[in-house]
């Protein structure tokens, strides 16, 4: 069969953002690769950030480009391929994967397929522009369908889940049963290179990698796209699925530290708790952590206790502000109560915890910061090892997105933690710091010996939160003539 070409983009930043976008390997067309493969297709990756990682251009006069260029993606695009697929996986990377498009367009004629959680809600952005086809939802039995399609000379139009310039999609596309997906083809990417960065969404300390058990999400998280995307359904790898691929993970890549990307993980406890136990049961010695927000409804003690015995050594908890009001706006409830419980269990537990929290709303007050500000230092109390504070910025097509309609940038760079875009940006900026500084100063007077810690784990690289991430990435980008992205720099 034809070769098929599939291109990941590369990140995209503002200069020296620390709270910019995190590296990880690109699991989507990882997925997509290794079912197209059952069905006897030749597939070539191109990851543009994986590739090089330390390549770093200016991009569009505010922003860094880290990866591969346009010139770069097109020198390796094959003149043979049947069809070329990109991967918009977020707002930030959609105008260059336009650009890209048709820069492919012109110099192959041959056709350009988009999909991606960006394009799913947003696929007019590219239909306009006269891409050919783009996927919605999940894309790996669609974009089988229509390749087959093309060969048979048909013209794409009419296959459920694909829109063309000009019409929407006729039906959802059909999905695959999550256990007759094979494994991610990792073998098509430059992992090596992942871990020379010494970044990623989550902690680690060897060689990590990503991993999803479960598509969609059961709850409606307003400022979120996910409970549109997968039409509020949740759906999941068996648990000896799920164990098979640590497994693999484990004894075929090396992989040391697994980070569960899923939208919620425990949405099934039962499933949850049966998979860390199996973990144990099978002396899989891997590090799991779940730097995604665990809702604390489907968290107990219990749960907790099984989750450390098989493993899970980081978990982040999501309240997103201390002011009910602002949760209520997110849809986002929380039981405060139970929410501290747990984070004290997670300490007991020797889980490192990671709290998160977004300000900004548009009507969020002074007395809402404060509430949240409470909530930060109870949390630092009561032992939390890390926090993370992101100023709101729209996912476009989420519910809280529309009050930002007409002011977020049309072709939406700049839509990230850092929106700069924003009128308001400066405050909100000055609000974070604050929020950090009192997290710090608390850290100092309550968890002196932490202090220690984070510090030894950054001068390893061998990070335990987020935050020491953060900070290793900041030393580097600011050490005098260093022009690399990340703290490792070539050929160490």
């Not at 330390?54 to 480009?65: A, I, M, R, S």
């Given at each position: 069969?034809?070769?098929?070409?599939?291109?990941?983009?590369?990140?995209?930043?503002?200069?020296?953002?620390?709270?910019?976008?995190?590296?990880?390997?690109?699991?989507?067309?990882?997925?997509?690769?290794?079912?197209?493969?059952?069905?006897?297709?030749?597939?070539?990756?191109?990851?543009?950030?994986?590739?090089?990682?330390?390549?770093?251009?200016?991009?569009?006069?505010?922003?860094?480009?880290?990866?591969?260029?346009?010139?770069?993606?097109?020198?390796?695009?094959?003149?043979?391929?049947?069809?070329?697929g990109?991967?918009?996986?977020?707002?930030?990377?959609a105008?260059?994967?336009?650009?890209?498009?048709?820069?492919?367009?012109?110099?192959?004629?041959?056709?350009?397929?988009?999909?991606?959680?960006?394009?799913?809600?947003?696929?007019?952005?590219?239909?306009?522009?006269?891409?050919?086809f783009?996927v919605?939802?999940?894309?790996?039995?669609?974009?089988?369908?229509?390749?087959?399609?093309?060969?048979?000379?048909?013209?794409?139009?009419?296959?459920?889940?694909?829109?063309?310039?000009?019409?929407?999609?006729?039906?959802?596309g059909?999905?695959?049963?999550?256990?007759?997906l094979?494994?991610?083809?990792?073998?098509?990417?430059?992992l090596?290179?992942?871990?020379?960065?010494?970044?990623?969404?989550?902690?680690?300390?060897?060689?990590?990698?990503?991993?999803?058990?479960?598509?969609?999400?059961?709850?409606?998280?307003?400022?979120c796209?996910?409970?549109?995307?997968?039409?509020?359904?949740?759906?999941?790898?068996?648990?000896?699925?799920?164990?098979?691929?640590?497994?693999?993970?484990?004894?075929?890549?090396g992989?040391?530290?697994?980070?569960?990307?899923?939208?919620?993980?425990?949405?099934?406890p039962?499933?949850?708790?049966?998979?860390?136990?199996?973990?144990?049961?099978?002396?899989?010695r891997?590090?799991?952590?779940l730097?995604?927000?665990?809702?604390?409804?489907?968290l107990?003690?219990?749960?907790?206790?099984?989750?450390?015995?098989?493993?899970v050594?980081?978990?982040?908890?999501?309240p997103?502000?201390?002011?009910?009001?602002?949760?209520?706006?997110?849809?986002?409830p929380?039981?405060?109560?139970?929410?501290?419980?747990?984070?004290?269990?997670?300490?007991?537990?020797?889980?490192?915890?990671?709290?998160?929290?977004?300000?900004?709303?548009?009507?969020?007050?002074?007395?809402?910061?404060?509430?949240?500000?409470?909530?930060?230092?109870?949390t630092?109390?009561?032992?939390?090892?890390?926090?993370s504070?992101?100023?709101?910025?729209?996912?476009?097509?989420?519910?809280?997105?529309?009050?930002?309609?007409?002011?977020?940038?049309?072709?939406?760079?700049?839509?990230?933690?850092?929106?700069?875009?924003?009128k308001?940006?400066p405050?909100?900026?000055?609000?974070?710091n604050?929020?950090?500084?009192?997290?710090?100063?608390?850290?100092?007077?309550?968890?002196?010996?932490?202090?220690?810690?984070?510090?030894?784990?950054?001068?390893r690289?061998?990070?335990e939160?987020?935050?020491?991430?953060?900070?290793?990435?900041?030393?580097?980008?600011?050490?005098?003539?260093?022009?690399?992205?990340?703290?490792v720099?070539?050929?160490?």
């Open positions: 069969m034809g070769l098929i070409q599939i291109v990941s983009p590369p990140l995209i930043a503002y200069d020296r953002d620390i709270f910019g976008m995190i590296p990880s390997p690109p699991i989507g067309i990882a997925s997509i690769a290794a079912y197209m493969r059952q069905y006897g297709f030749v597939v070539n990756l191109i990851d543009a950030f994986g590739i090089n990682p330390f390549q770093t251009k200016k991009y569009q006069d505010k922003f860094v480009l880290i990866g591969l260029d346009i010139e770069d993606i097109l020198e390796r695009i094959d003149m043979e391929a049947e069809i070329i990109i991967s918009v996986h977020s707002s930030m990377v105008k260059f994967c336009i650009d890209l498009a048709l820069a492919v367009k012109a110099k192959t004629n041959k056709p350009v397929v988009v999909g991606g959680p960006h394009i799913s809600l947003n696929y007019r952005q590219f239909n306009m522009e006269g891409i050919d783009a919605i939802g999940e894309g790996e039995r669609t974009l089988v369908q229509l390749v087959e399609t093309l060969r048979n000379g048909g013209d794409g139009k009419g296959i459920g889940g694909v829109a063309t310039p000009g019409t929407t999609p006729v039906q959802e059909e999905v695959v049963e999550m256990d007759a094979p494994l991610p083809a990792w073998d098509l990417l430059p090596e290179n992942y871990w020379r960065t010494r970044m990623n969404h989550s902690p680690f300390k060897g060689k990590f990698i990503p991993m999803i058990t479960s598509r969609g999400c059961p709850f409606k998280c307003s400022f796209t996910t409970p549109l995307t997968s039409r509020g359904k949740w759906r999941a790898f068996s648990e000896d699925r799920v164990v098979k691929e640590i497994k693999e993970l484990h004894t075929v890549y992989v040391e530290d697994i980070a569960i990307q899923d939208d919620n993980f425990s949405a099934n039962g499933r949850a708790i049966r998979i860390c136990q199996m973990i144990k049961e099978q002396g899989i891997v590090r799991l952590s730097p995604s927000g665990v809702r604390t409804e489907t107990t003690p219990h749960t907790l206790d099984v989750f450390r015995q098989g493993g050594s980081y978990l982040s908890l999501s997103e502000s201390g002011s009910k009001k602002i949760r209520r706006l997110m849809n986002k929380l039981n405060e109560k139970k929410f501290y419980e747990l984070q004290k269990h997670c300490r007991e537990l020797n889980i490192r915890t990671g709290i998160c929290f977004i300000i900004g709303n548009p009507k969020e007050t002074m007395k809402d910061i404060l509430l949240t500000s409470k909530m930060i230092a109870r630092i109390l009561n032992g939390a090892d890390d926090i504070v992101f100023i709101f910025s729209p996912l476009p097509g989420a519910p809280m997105a529309r009050e930002f309609e007409e002011k977020f940038p049309k072709d939406f760079l700049g839509l990230c933690w850092t929106p700069k875009w924003r308001d940006y405050k909100w900026a000055i609000i974070r604050l929020l950090y500084l009192e997290y710090l100063v608390l850290k100092i007077i309550f968890q002196p010996l932490s202090i220690w810690r984070h510090i030894r784990n950054i001068l690289r061998e990070y939160t987020k935050g020491e991430m953060g900070i290793g990435r900041l030393i580097a980008n600011h050490v005098p003539g260093n022009k690399k992205a990340w703290p720099k070539p050929g160490e």
